[in-house]
């Protein structure tokens, strides 16, 4: 597919379990990104990779938040022991940015919508 | 601390009627602007960024850094307009900070 594909589009669990969330990017976008969209707000940003490596993960609320790109493509949010107020739908996105300076323009995925019992 | 606040939540105005969703910003250094746009079950999507001074689908956005100010415009709203729509702020070299959102709903 053309687009950033984002697997599952629902997960239901209770508190307490670990989560994991997939984020297949554009091919070739060097950059993906991970947001969190709780109800009535807009997209907070959580982790941003270049390639493999985490650029940015200033936005991870907690320990309990955990993401990898191992081979610099596919992603992975790991949420361990989940909260109620985990409970949001998580957003990933791509960019071509090969370096420096983004452009501004990220292609979003449909996003994981997570509901934590 | 840098941020961007739109606000209003909501927005309703009738087809035909000039459309402006506000956006303000704080932000230290020169900053980059977007307008993102989600139409029902779409995706988040870029719609128009001030570096480019382009009109897209009627939209324009003006960076006024006098006033922290970089509101949408459209002179003529039309049904398909209706959608949430999101400033958003470049921080750094590559993450976007965005507002809550404005849902606009054009009535017919």
């Known amino acids: 597919g053309a687009g950033v594909s984002q697997t599952p589009s629902n997960k239901v669990t209770e508190k307490g379990k670990y989560v994991e969330l997939r984020c297949d990017p554009i091919s070739g976008h060097t950059a993906l990104y991970w947001y969190r969209q709780s109800l009535g707000q807009g997209p907070e940003f959580l982790i941003y990779f270049q390639g493999t490596g985490a650029a940015d993960d200033s936005g991870l609320p907690n320990d309990r938040f955990f993401a990898v790109r191992p081979e610099g493509s596919v992603s992975t949010l790991k949420i361990q022991r989940t909260e109620r107020g985990d409970s949001a739908v998580y957003l990933c996105a791509s960019s071509r940015s090969p370096s420096g300076r983004g452009t501004g323009e990220l292609f979003f995925g449909e996003g994981s919508r997570l509901t934590v019992l | 601390a840098q941020r961007v606040t739109q606000p209003e939540k909501l927005l309703s105005v009738f087809k035909g009627a000039p459309v402006e969703l506000k956006c303000n910003y704080s932000y230290s250094g020169s900053p980059e602007l977007f307008w993102y746009v989600q139409y029902s079950r779409q995706r988040l999507q870029l719609l128009l960024r001030?570096?480019s001074r382009e009109s897209i689908k009627g939209f324009t956005a003006d960076l006024n850094k006098g006033e922290t100010s970089f509101h949408l415009k459209k002179p003529f709203a039309q049904e398909e307009d209706s959608a949430m729509y999101y400033c958003a702020l470049l921080q750094g070299a590559q993450k976007l900070v965005f507002g809550q959102g404005t849902r606009l709903t054009i009535n017919p």
């Open positions: 001030h570096i």
